[in-house]
């Protein structure tokens, strides 16, 4: 966190499909350059442009806004919104599962992630990133329940606790 914004990268934007296109066509597009082809520095931009694309969320703490953004070649681009007096900060546990299976051979791939979630109300709530480690996860949300004054609730077990800060 600088200058009072905290910034969480969520991941990537495009499918690892879409990011190996942009892959192959940076290595055309320098293929192209080795026989002066106008068109390589359109296949560069296109293909660094694809490979490098993120998503992610920012806080700005002292306009109290908040933004979902999209980083294309280092720029960040989003919508800036107004965070109307939050109810309270909360960490929860997001579960994933994932089938695999070839003939009769199948696996299950599972794994969770530690959100932090802005909650206005029972319908307005913003979303302020996820973590793999649950010390990480907290140690932002603390930082951001202080910085925007609002209560922080630990919703990662069945019984809900609400944690001074």
């Known amino acids: 966190m600088k200058n009072n914004i905290y910034t969480k990268q969520s991941g990537r934007f495009a499918l690892p499909q879409f990011q ?3 892959i192959v066509l940076f ?3 320098i293929g192209f350059i080795f026989r002066l082809n106008p068109w390589s520095a359109l296949l560069i931009f296109v293909g660094v442009t694809l490979a490098t694309m ?3 969320v920012q806080i700005d703490f002292e306009k109290k806004m908040h933004r979902d953004y999209i ?3 280092g720029f960040k681009h989003g919508k800036w919104v107004n965070i109307p007096t939050l109810d309270y900060v909360t960490v929860f546990v997001e579960a994933y ?6 003939a009769s051979i199948s696996a299950t791939d599972t794994f969770k992630d ?3 979630g802005l909650i206005v109300s029972k319908t307005q709530h913003f979303d302020a990133g996820g973590y793999v480690n649950k010390v ?3 140690k932002a949300a603390e930082n951001i329940a202080k910085k925007l004054d609002a209560r922080l609730l630990d919703y990662t077990s069945r019984d809900p606790e609400w ?3």
């Open 114 to 116: 530690f959100k932090i």
């Open 20 to 22: 190996m296109l942009g």
């Open 163 to 165: 944690i001074n800060v």
């Open 136 to 138: 990480e996860a907290f």
């Open 27 to 29: 290595i055309i597009g």
């Open 54 to 56: 993120t998503t992610g």
């Open 97 to 102: 599962s994932q089938n695999m299976g070839v």
């Open 71 to 73: 980083r294309i070649l």
